[in-house]
């Protein structure tokens, strides 16, 4: 079984910066895509940034200019965060999109990591 663990939140001022990463069980080289949602109480989950296998880049509008997803196609994606907003404040997920057979897909999680953006 694929776990995902995520490390690198905690608080920070607003403007601040964090980088969070997710650590895969095994290599993701194969993986189709990894991302990163967020959430906070009483709202769904939300996808904050994404990284396919070829490279490409997703990112949701709140994010864009302040986000950076990387993968190292090893067993590590990051999330480096900069201008932290308090409205950015969440537990980040890890997720990951994985091939299991030839006609099968897998969706893994994380188990969240707290982001608080205050003074």
């Known amino acids: 079984q694929v776990q995902l663990l995520e490390s690198g939140g905690g608080l920070v001022q607003p403007g601040g910066s964090l980088r969070l990463s997710c650590a895969a069980s095994i290599s993701i080289a194969s993986f189709y895509a990894m991302g990163w949602y967020r959430q906070t109480p009483g709202k769904q989950r939300e996808l904050v940034a994404q990284?396919?296998?070829?490279?490409?880049t997703y990112y949701a509008d709140s994010v864009k200019g302040r986000f950076t997803i990387s993968r190292d196609n090893e067993h590590t994606v990051y999330l480096q965060m900069i201008r932290l907003r308090p409205e950015d404040t969440a537990v980040y997920y890890c997720?990951?999109?994985?091939?299991?057979?030839?006609?099968?897909?897998?969706?893994?999680w994380g188990q969240g990591t707290q982001v608080t953006v205050s003074v």
């Open positions: 990284v396919a296998r070829d490279s490409s």
């Open positions: 997720h990951a999109n994985r091939p299991v057979s030839a006609s099968a897909v897998e969706d893994v």
